[in-house]
Each structure stands twice: as C-alpha cells, then as structure tokens.
T-cell receptor, first 112, second 116 residues
C-alpha cells in the first residue's frame, strides 16, 4: 500500500511567522511531488510542484525534497491569515503511474 | 482561459437512484482524473482516462461505478443505485498531454453528492 503521511495538525502560527509543513511517502519510485491548498468546501489549488532533490522557491513558498529520506516539506514565509487552509501533500507514484496519492492534509491557522 | 468545469456542483439523490457527474477538462488537456473526498478524509484516486480509453481504474469500486471520456463531450462518472456511503465530494482533474512525470493536475470545483 503506497502511502503519504502528514501531520493532521492543526498547526497554528502567528501572522508574519514561518509555517512549516511536512510530508513523508512510502513509494521509493515516486518522481513527482505536489503541494495543494484547499480552503474549506473548495477544491484543491496547486501551490508548488517539485521533482528534484533540494529547494524550490516561489514567492513566499519554498518546497524542499529529500528522496533519500522520502521526505518533502513546504515552508510558508511571512504567513498571512489568508494562508489559513488545509495543505495537501500529493505524490505521483513510480512505474509510470499518473495517479496522485494524497496525504490527509495539515490544517494551518494563521492568527492575526 | 476556462479552467476545469464540473457539473452539477451539488447533486442530491435518494438511495437506489443513479448519479451522473460531468467534467470538462481545461482547454488543451486530454487527460482526466477522478478523485473522491469523503467527509474528514483525504482525496482518493478513482480513475484516469484519456479520450475513449480508461488508462487506470485501480481506485474504482468494483460495482456500481463506471467512467467514460468519449471522443466528443465531457467525461462522465456514473454511480448506479447510490447508497448513503457514496455521499462525498467528487473532484475531476485534468492535465496536458505527453508531459510524463512532470504533468500537473488541475482540479475542478467538484460535485458534492448527497444521498438521502
């Protein structure tokens, strides 16, 4: 069973702080990793994709990937109340599979 | 540039009825994926389709569920004889053609199915 694990939270940070979200995955053959944001009652919205070991930055967001440790993370700098949402880690499996395996998500609350 | 479209957005059915959910991918996208999100649960893959072909249906329940993506028109997820446990949000995603493992899936607004 290929799994993606996330801390369910809730994670609470003050406005302006750095929020750190973590994810581990079981399939060593996985090649593609994604972070989606989902507001309550809404659909997942893509924030970042990462395919290679290391860091990838996009504005206030930085994704980090370590394939040896089977670990992917998302850092949100200068957190804003509008960042309050559930963050979903998704992994595309190896072996040519194109389906995404999602974690259950981490609920983030940014307090003004 | 229209995104992924799904309809209806909300669907109410009584037990034993059929539910039909529709998905039109983003312009230029030829791959369609269906996911289900049960209350307080994560998103679960159901099926992956290209035009006129089911590529991966490993997440589909064995009975009552079917999917198609015809040459013309939207992709359809069909649930026959619905039961209360089918109540969930059903999301469709689409991706461009031929990008392999760097393909990115973009999600539609979802259909929220309630079975009474």
């Amino acid at each position: 069973q290929k799994e993606v694990e996330q801390n369910s939270g809730p994670l609470s940070v003050p406005e302006g702080a750095i929020a750190s979200l973590n994810c581990t995955y079981s399939d060593r053959g996985s090649q593609s990793f994604f972070w989606y944001r989902q507001y309550s009652g809404k659909s997942p919205e893509l924030i970042m994709s990462i395919y290679s070991n290391g860091d990838k930055e996009d504005g206030r967001f930085t994704a980090q990937l370590n394939k040896a440790s089977q670990y992917v993370s998302l850092l949100i700098r200068d957190s804003q109340p509008s960042d309050s949402a559930t963050y979903l880690c998704a992994v595309m499996g190896g072996g040519g599979s194109e389906k995404l395996v999602f974690g259950k998500g981490t609920k983030l609350t940014v307090n003004p | 540039n229209a995104g992924v479209m799904q309809n209806p957005r909300h669907l109410v059915r009584r037990r034993g009825q059929e539910a039909r959910l529709r998905c039109s991918p983003m312009k230029g996208h030829s791959h369609v994926y269906w996911y289900r999100q049960l209350p307080e649960e994560g998103l679960k893959f159901m099926v992956y389709l290209q035009k006129e072909n089911i590529i991966d249906e490993s997440g589909m329940p064995k009975e009552r569920f079917s999917a198609e993506f015809p040459k013309e028109g939207p992709s359809i997820l069909r649930i026959q004889q619905v039961v209360r446990g089918d109540s969930a949000a059903y999301f469709c995603a689409s991706s461009p053609q031929g990008m392999g493992y760097t393909d990115t899936q973009y999600f539609g607004p979802g259909t929220r199915l309630t079975v009474l």
